[in-house]
């Protein structure tokens, strides 16, 4: 039963709720990943919504953050670089998901999803450069976020990044499903879009970022075609391996879900205030919210909130 203790974070993530997945995302995810031909759906979707990273004005959002007080740029930096490690981490991770493809059609998705991830990067380079004024290219970025990623985004990332990168050493159906669940579903599908909520969020609070905003919408356009990837996929294996492949994917959430309990449980306090003044939200709320985009992801795929698969 995975939604174990969730009670009391709902109720805390209903009361301080940011913008949340709209309901017209969530539509799109579940009828691209429910159509007779799911995987050609998500591909039709992408060459019909590509965008460039440097067609968008951020000459409003430059002097919005020129106008904010220190600690409020370096708050709304310190989360930004979030964003940039996941973009940067994740981008570097398809590789062994191209090499480990188990057919064409999946092959051709992952494809344009490496694209999609180099073209965010570009993006986010810009708004360093343009609003934050960080100089240095991708180079001064990448060093800049180092320095400010926590304990538990780290924490996170390692988790992830070790069940992915086992199809460097593995490539067995189990583990492929292993890595589209920790990718797709958990680290874009869950720990994303609350990410993203909270940013967009955090923004307008302290000002106007129109461009910013606008790039990010253009971004989860995209990766909520990524996520319908894992959706879609993880649908295929239950259809054709039906209990084994839904206990792949209980034993992967259960994991995720007992480590961020973990984490959670030992947020240091000093990083409290940081962590607030950057998300406006305490720890559990903000893992209240990635709980309650990870159950979504998983209602698309036939689950319960028990954990039943009603196949």
């Known amino acids: 039963m995975w939604r174990r203790g969730a009670a009391d974070l709902d109720r805390r993530v209903s009361s301080a709720r940011v913008s949340g997945e709209s309901r017209q995302e969530t539509a799109e995810i579940q009828a691209l990943a429910e159509r007779p031909r799911p995987f050609a759906a998500l591909y039709e979707h992408w060459e019909r919504h590509h965008w460039s990273p440097f067609t968008t004005d951020f000459s409003v959002d430059a002097a919005s953050f020129a106008a904010l007080d220190e600690t409020t740029q370096n708050g709304l930096t310190w989360i930004f670089a979030h964003r940039f490690q996941a973009e940067y981490n994740v981008a570097a991770l398809l590789a062994p998901f191209l090499l480990a493809a188990p057919d064409y059609d999946v092959q051709l998705l992952l494809a344009t999803q490496v694209a999609d991830e180099h073209r965010h990067i570009e993006s986010v380079l810009r708004v360093y450069a343009e609003v934050f004024g960080v100089e240095g290219g991708i180079d001064a970025v990448k060093a800049l976020s180092d320095a400010q990623l926590d304990p538990i985004a780290e924490t996170l990332y390692d988790a992830l990044d070790g069940v992915v990168r086992q199809l460097e050493r593995s490539r067995d159906a189990d583990s492929f499903l292993r890595a589209i669940l920790a990718y797709h579903v958990i680290a874009e599908g869950s720990i994303g879009r609350a990410n993203q909520d909270f940013v967009a969020a955090q923004f307008r609070r302290v000002g106007e970022f129109p461009g910013l905003l606008h790039v ?58 940081d962590i607030v003044a950057a998300y406006g939200a305490e720890p559990a709320v903000v893992w209240g919210e990635v709980r309650r985009q990870l159950e979504l992801r998983l209602r698309s795929m036939g689950f319960g909130a028990n954990g039943r698969w009603r196949g």
Do not use: K, W
């Open 216 to 273: 990010q919408r253009l971004a989860v356009r995209d990766e909520v075609r990524h996520i319908g990837i894992g959706v879609s996929y993880a649908r295929r294996c239950l259809s054709r391996e039906g209990e084994r492949a839904a206990g792949v994917i209980r034993d992967t959430v259960e994991a995720f879900q007992a480590l961020g309990d973990a984490v959670l449980e030992n947020v240091a306090a000093p990083m409290l205030p």
